[in-house]
C-alpha cells in the first residue's frame, strides 16, 4: 500500500511541477506585455518625457516578466501542491491538451528568440546588451502574445481537442 501512496506522491509532484512551469510561463508573458506600457505611462506622468530611457525601458521590461514569472509560479505552487491528486492531474491533462495556450507559447518564443536577436543588432549602442538581449526577448514575447491573440480575434482559432473523462465512456 505504501508503494501505492509513493507512486500517487511522485505523479502529484510531477504534475505539480509540470503545472507551475506553465504558470511561470504564463506570468512571463503577462507582464512582458504589460509592463512596457505601464512603465512608459508611470514615468512619463512622474517624471516628463525627458526622464524616458531606452534602456531604463529594457530593464523593466526584463525584469517585470521575471517578476511575473516568480509570482504567477509561486501562486501556482501554492494551489496546485494543496490541491488533491485527482484535480492536479486533471488540470495537468487539460493543459496539456489546451491548443489554445499551446499556440500562445509557441508565438511567444519565437517572438523571444526573434527579438532577442534583433534588438541587440538593431540598437546595440542605446543600451547595456544585457538589457537589449533580455528587454528584446520580454518584447518579443509580447509582440508573440499580440499576434497570437491578433489571430484569434481574426478567425484562426486553434481547433480543440476534447477530452474524455474516465467515467465517460460513449
Known sequence: MSEGITEQAL?????????????????????????????????????GRSA???????????????????????????????????????RRINSAYDTSRIRREDHSTIGVVLMGVLTPALLWKRAAAVNLILGGAGLGSSFGVLTHYGRLLSGDAPEKIHIQSHGNSS
Open 11 to 47: 505523479a502529484h509532484a510531477a504534475d505539480t511541477n509540470y503545472l507551475v512551469r506553465q504558470s511561470m510561463n504564463t506570468g512571463y508573458q503577462v507582464m512582458s506585455l504589460l509592463t512596457p506600457p505601464l512603465y512608459t505611462a508611470f514615468i512619463i506622468a512622474r517624471k
Open 52 to 90: 524616458w530611457s531606452l534602456n531604463r525601458f529594457l530593464r523593466a521590461t526584463w525584469i517585470g516578466g521575471v517578476g511575473g514569472s516568480a509570482a504567477f509560479g509561486g501562486a501556482a505552487y501554492i494551489r496546485y501542491a494543496n490541491s488533491t491528486f485527482e484535480a492536479t492531474r486533471a
